[in-house]
């Protein structure tokens, strides 16, 4: 923090594919508490987006991802909640390394658990920078899949 100014943090968040379906996770937290998410969390020093989206889904659900590709960045300032807050978001793509793994929930304290949701039929609550995405229409899936 400098001159008391709250700094931008960098998060980067990944869209864990399976088939038509997305991992999703429900939060506990002061922002977006409640809220269905993707996996994902801060970027540490030193750390590319790729090594961070494979860090935070195998600390969140025990899964090893594949394929990780950088999809879109987005700018989302959370100013009407008592904890102010600013995110430059880093979304990723990938994929399971092994399609038979199984979401666990590591960190209970921050999420109610993991699940793959089908594109369209997504749960609701949606987290704020995930619904407003899907309110943009964007899709996390290949264009060679969009037509399945």
């Not at 429900?26 to 922002?31: E, F």
């Not at 899964?63 to 990780?68: A, F, G, H, V, W």
């Given at each position: 923090m400098e001159n008391g100014m709250l700094a931008p943090r960098v998060a980067v968040v990944v869209f864990l594919l399976k088939g038509k379906a997305v991992l999703l996770g429900?939060?506990?937290?002061?922002?977006g508490d409640s809220t269905f998410?993707?996996?994902g969390g801060h970027l540490e020093f030193g750390e590319n987006f790729e090594e961070c989206a494979a860090r935070e889904v195998k600390e969140e659900t025990g899964?090893?991802?594949?394929?990780?590709e950088l999809l879109t960045v987005t700018n989302n300032v959370f100013c009407n909640r008592a904890k102010q807050c600013h995110y430059v978001t880093i979304f990723m793509r990938s994929y399971l390394a092994d399609p038979n793994q199984v979401p666990q929930n590591l960190e209970p304290d921050k999420c109610d658990g993991w699940d793959f949701y089908e594109?369209?039929?997504l749960p609701?609550?949606?987290f704020r920078p995930l619904?407003?995405?899907v309110g943009s229409g964007f899709n996390p899936f290949p264009s060679n899949l969009n037509n399945m």
């Open positions: 429900r939060r506990r937290s002061s922002v998410a993707l996996p899964l090893d991802i594949e394929k990780i594109w369209n039929d609701k609550p949606l619904e407003n995405m």
